[in-house]
């Protein structure tokens, strides 16, 4: 019944972890466009398996794994370093600034 030698395993262990990443730390991405965030899964998705079918499972996940570094080095350290809450995204205004986002969000908060 539950068999983990298909592609399927890999489709799955990638779309249960980006799930589970926008679930938890989806307020960072909440001005990005969904076609860039659809485009970001679907890639990810092509490379995974892409990799399973020419080098294995094994290399796939490593690379998947290893793809994890520079998301838990701009989260624990770049973030902090610039006085922003590497969970929360707090303070809101530091954190708009730092990914260049029009801080027009702000004006219909404060009315």
């Given at each position: 019944m539950w068999q983990t030698d298909s592609l399927w395993f890999?489709?799955?262990i990638v779309s249960i972890t980006i799930t589970l990443g926008h679930i938890?730390?989806?307020h960072f991405e909440e001005r990005t466009i969904?076609?860039?965030k659809f485009l970001k899964y679907i890639m990810s998705l092509i490379k995974v398996v892409g990799l399973?079918?020419?080098f294995g499972r094994t290399v796939a996940l490593m690379f998947f794994a290893i793809s994890f570094i520079p998301v838990l080095y701009i989260h624990?350290?770049?973030l902090p370093i610039k006085?922003?809450?590497?969970?929360s995204g707090?303070?809101?205004s530091k954190y708009c600034e730092y990914r260049k986002w029009s801080k027009e969000l702000f004006k219909d908060?404060?009315?």
């Open positions: 890999e489709v799955a938890l730390l989806g969904s076609v860039r399973s079918l020419l624990l350290v770049m006085g922003i809450n590497g969970w707090e303070p809101k908060e404060k009315q």
